[in-house]
């Protein structure tokens, strides 16, 4: 349908709302019968009489939470967005959503995302809304925001909240995440007092915005706007940077321009959309939780997204950013040297020209004007700073379904492996045992850590980058082989092998696994497999003690979640939250 079908131009042939169609929110505020009178007067409130007459009525999806210090400073971006709904000739309503704050949440805010998902999903659906402006930032808020604008399908533009600006503690960058571990282990050595410890936490989070390191929030931004999903050139710029207020007034503009165009999520998303996703998240070095994330956004659209496609795609694309926990700088310093849309440019010829962005122009439009200022953060494509940026799945009689690893920040002496299995049967079991003297446990060992899955824990929380034992740190070792069912912080590094599918509690052979089993991986083969014969690997019976740390939720959420959650390799959504179930309501109760 063209851009320039307007609502009124011609006759109705698309869904309520769509192009010559009138608006999804004349449903409720439509006609001169009671029901309408009830919507009408109770909105009103001081909106000028033409705001129920052909005005598209712009929810502003907005995530700020007090207790989600990454999303605090959005209600000021929701009021640049709505100035601009307002300017447009939109009715800007606010409406909170479900907030999930990474450092806060218990036990993990991973198992509250398809929550978040399902509760926003809802009530865009149940609201008389014509669109959406999406406000997230911190790791689980953006994945949820977009599988809910994936399910409901209404018109749908993400602004991301920004990264803080850098810290500094005695002339020193701080990364927040990356540095606190740097700092607790310099008290832990020696080399730093308790009192300097405690002084540098009020100059770790210096502004407003989430992490600034490449970890999840950051990846998810660059991510969801190399989708398609945020205005070009926005994901990245730092929360206190005016430019995101005035991206946010024109984001507020697009959301009633989307209204006009019909321009709904599943109208421009397409398997060429995640491809580019892949290919940004290779070369930015990002999170490996954006698989997880970009599955289940896929499974909303009911796009073909395998993991499969995540190493195809991805694997042989080069890094370019030299960003914290991989690298040296920070998201401050990305963005004043080009940002998101100075990698692409590096990388065009990898991404597909044809995929379109919520503007309705392809996401490699103007790449040509995208400029690289300091190289010692994004490097150019003839000098990238790995060859090969990616992430590798296995697959083996240790996860049929699959598995993820970085090839590059594994350390190349344990590219390919065998090593004798020690088994932790779930976090606690292993926070008990790692540091206990009479562990048989060496440099060759692979740690196998189970119970840490979508059901496992649940909700599959960043524990497989475990510690290595103390004595082990010691005697100067400083990677192992590890192997987990959940998944890891964006800010982590070794040759770590997670989000193995099935997990465990799902019955995935790594319950079977024995303390002594010799495990071998070959990550150029693509192989994570157990050394031990098929049929008496069938044979033997979970372990009980791993069956034992799995108390099963009996009430509320958890137990929902439990009972419906899907595996790691398709995204570990709800099953029957998978797919899209429209915007149409078609019951009310007046
Ligand atoms: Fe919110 Fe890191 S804790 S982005």
Redesign the pocket.
Known sequence: MSDSHRHGDGPCTGPTGAAGCPLRSAQWYGGDDRNAYIHRAWMRRGLPSGAFTGRPHVAIANTASQL???NAHLDEIAASVSNGIYEAGGIPLDLPVVSL???NVRPTAMLWRNMAAMATEEMLRANPIDAVVLLG???KTIPSLLMAAGSVDVPAVLVPGGPMLTGHFRGTALG??TDVWRLSEEVRGGGMTQADFEASESAMIRSKG??NTM???STMALVAESLGMVPRGVAGTPAPDARLLEASHAAGVLAVELVGADRRPSTFLTKGSFHNAIVALAAIGGSSNAVVHLLAVAGRLGIDLTLDDVDRIGSHVPLLVNLQPAGQHLMDDFFRAGGLRAVLREVRDLLDPDALMVDGRPLVDGLDDAEIWDESVISRRATPLQAEAGLAVLRGNLAPDGALVKPSAASPHLLRHRGRAVVFDSIEDFHARVDDPDLDIDADSVMVLRGCGPKGYPGMPEVSNMPLPQRLLEQGVRDMVRICDGRMSGTAYGTVVLHVSPEAAAGGPLAKVRTGDWIVLDIEQRRIDVDVPDAELAAREPSPEAQAAYAAPTRGWERLYVDHVEQAHTGADLDFLVGASGSEVSRESH
Do not use: V
Request: net charge negative; glycine share 24%.
């Open positions: 989600t210090p990454c704050g990474e450092t930032g911190c790791d927040c995440g989430h992490c970890g999840t929030a």
